[in-house]
């Protein structure tokens, strides 16, 4: 079997280009005319590895990052202040008015007048003046990637070009929360324990760092009955060392970590990156499931908003950060032009477990808005589930490491000063 990414004018008048696994190229060709597809191009190309296909993603990610933030300086002085609350309190605000008969002009002229940023008011002006020329608010706001969403603009252009506006601002709402429930759910549960097993290491650093002068100064009065040990001689030249040349170790750390922020941002950097990600045993399958999650929720959002499901899943990429996740829905894509299951990838990256995937599948088969609904509830369920397992390992890892570290001070320290205490009594 070979791979081929075949350009193809679909049946709905869009130019694709989709990958297919078969034989030659006369079995695409007959596989392509048979899903009402006009061929335009048939390439060979050699077989990749997830990694590679997640870092050809990456390539594509950034291109479109660079795109996107060509104008970001210009940006950044309106998004200082806008936060996703903000977001969502103004599009409350442009519903209830579209609710109660204003115009996209009206309403946007009553909105400035409560807002309390001046930088949102300046962008709101600038919307008004582009409704007045006959521009589209999503075309304004695409002006402001930092601000509005790619998927929230995409939400409010369906709605604009379809007469829909107040389903469609229904539905961005929903989006905005979405994101931002799962995002402060995240924080309130596992950000603590990681700040606790992080103080708790600078504590036990600052303790031999104030106390380890005294330990030195007990083994000097005790007349060389009990010679310094090994272990308390190294702790000291190493204290000894930070304290003196903290710059320099300062300045290491942040060559190391300027150095390792400058890989993860090049597309191999990148792939490897957000591969580790979902593939480590800590945090792995919760940074996967909240990602899912994200897609599903938004997939849900776009069919709800009369998309197509194919655009659907081309448009709900978008709020994926992680290549290769992205890798995967670009499979799912391709899959759906060919005749095959969009839910395979998925399914070959063996994270989601057989409930799910069942779901999903079901999904093809009926009606794609509902079971999608219950897939949301599901993948809800299973995130709590992996959010509590890691709650449970944090203070293990935490307690383990911090064990180890008072092991290492009663055998280094603790016990050498009992045995000046004693006069080199004990354990000699």
Not at 75 to 96: A, G, M, P, R
Not at 394 to 411: E, H, Q, R, T, W
Request: with cysteine; proline share 3%; aromatic share 10%.
């Amino acid at each position: 079997m070979s791979s081929f990414i075949c350009k193809v004018l679909t049946p709905q008048g869009q130019i694709v280009k989709i990958k297919m696994t078969e034989e030659d190229k006369i079995t695409c060709l007959k596989k392509l005319k048979k899903n009402d597809m006009i061929p335009i191009s048939i390439e060979n190309v050699p077989e990749f590895s997830k990694i590679k296909k997640a870092k050809m993603s990456a390539n594509i990610y950034f291109k479109r990052k660079k795109k996107i933030n060509i104008d970001l300086k210009n940006q950044l002085k309106f998004s200082d202040n806008i936060t996703t609350e903000d977001l969502i309190k103004f599009t409350q605000d442009f519903l209830i008015l579209k609710k109660s008969q204003f115009t996209n002009k009206h309403a946007l002229m009553t909105l400035v007048n409560t807002t309390n940023s001046q930088k949102f008011k300046e962008i709101l002006h600038k919307m008004i003046n582009n409704v007045d020329e006959g521009i589209y608010m999503y075309k304004t706001m695409k002006e402001y990637p930092d601000i509005f969403p790619y998927i929230y603009r995409n939400i409010i252009k369906t709605g604009e070009l379809n007469d829909l506006l107040e389903e469609s601002l229904q539905h961005a709402i929903i989006f905005l929360k979405d994101e931002e429930s799962l995002k402060s759910n995240l924080e309130r549960k596992i950000i603590p324990h990681i700040a606790i097993f992080f103080a708790n290491l600078i504590m036990i650093f600052l303790v031999v760092l104030i106390g380890m002068p005294l330990i030195e100064d007990i083994f000097a009065s005790n007349g060389n009955i009990v010679g310094i040990p090994l272990g308390i001689k190294i702790l000291s030249y190493g204290i000894k060392f930070i304290i003196k040349y903290w710059y320099i170790i300062i300045l290491a750390i942040g060559l190391i970590v300027f150095g390792i922020i400058g890989y993860i941002n090049t597309s191999k950097g990148k792939s490897k990156y957000d591969y580790l990600k979902y593939n480590n045993f800590l945090l792995g399958k919760l940074l996967y499931l909240l990602d899912f999650s994200r897609f599903i929720r938004c997939l849900n959002i776009n069919i709800k908003n009369k998309i197509r499901f194919q655009d659907a899943l081309e448009v709900s990429k978008n709020v994926i950060d992680n290549t290769y996740m992205i890798a995967t829905i670009e499979n799912s894509i391709s899959n759906i032009y060919v005749g095959k299951s969009w839910v395979t990838p998925f399914e070959k990256d063996k994270i989601l477990n057989p409930i799910m995937l069942e779901i999903l599948k079901k999904s093809e088969r009926s009606n794609t808005q509902e079971t999608l609904q219950k897939i949301i509830e599901y993948v809800d369920l299973e995130i709590e589930k992996e959010t509590k397992k890691v709650m449970k390992l944090l203070p293990k890892i935490s307690y383990s490491v911090i064990g180890i570290v008072l092991i290492l001070f009663l055998i280094i320290i603790l016990i050498p000063c009992i045995q000046v205490y004693l006069g080199g009594f004990l354990f000699i």
